[in-house]
């Protein structure tokens, strides 16, 4: 079978010939999500194959940024927060999720370009693979470390365990999103993959997944570096990690107080704005990198 798209997956002009092909393009994925399946085993398998310790070198990671990171910001630059692990943990497994999907999927166009010339298949079951695969390591990293959130944080962890798996639901849309993105353009523009890592470097510190977001506020109110903070909040992943960290750790709110400027609670519920505002970047995402995707995906074939 040729590796050329049918003439059916051009997107057409005009709401109406627009929502049906979206339409058929959605029912393709849909009776390829066996070949979904089996791609997600297969990352999984290689990843750990030969591997003695299996999902646990993956929490490797993880662990050592958390005690770097606790040393560093408890003890010689300190972050006021009471239980910093606990506190970064609670962001930084979203951003690990989010940030090794796409690093994934930027290279599964062009790595398996043997495949797409030979066979026609729905593209976006490569980049997505690696979405999913990257979402059940998050989820078993959970997991593990529930019974020490547990101890630190307290049984709300598991009471508003739904804001957390709301949280996860909405980033994975969000990855998708950028996921194909990323792969549909570093088909023709190579260069994308080397800047990753920059980009992304770049993008972790402009997170506040290290700090809290109510740090900088403090800090920074009506002074002239207060853009800095319009910076953060307009950064779609602050959202997501703030709602995630609600949920697991707690709400972090600044105290005006000099001596305690910040208070942390118990996990509870976010507020609507933050919901609200994860939805709409995850929706905005998904939608601009589907469509992004499925344009270049025309002359995947011919390009790679």
Known sequence: MSGRPPPDVDLPAGPTRAARAVTSKLLELWRARELLVQLVRKELKVRYRNSALGFLWSMLTPVLMTAVFSVVFTLIVRIPVDDFPAFFISGYLLWQFFQNSCQGAIHSIVGNGDLVRKVYFPREVLPLSH??????????????????LLY???????????????????LTLFASGMAMWFAGVNVIFRDLQELFVVIFQVWFYATPVIY???????????????????????????????????????????????????????????????LGGAAAWAVAALVFGYVVFLRRARTFAKEV
């Open 131 to 148: 979405v999913f695969a990257q979402l059940i390591h998050l989820l078993l990293a959970l997991l593990v470390l529930s019974p020490y």
């Open 152 to 170: 630190t944080r307290g049984v709300g962890v598991l009471l508003y365990l739904p804001v957390t798996l709301a949280a996860i639901a909405l």
């Open 212 to 274: 809290p977001l109510a740090l900088v506020s403090s800090m920074l109110e009506g002074g002239r570096f207060a853009w800095i903070e319009t910076l953060l909040v307009i950064n779609p992943t602050t959202w997501f990690v703030e709602l995630f960290r609600v949920g697991l750790f707690g709400p972090v709110t600044a105290t005006g107080d000099a001596a305690r400027p910040l208070a942390d609670g118990p996990p509870g519920l976010p507020d609507l704005a933050t």
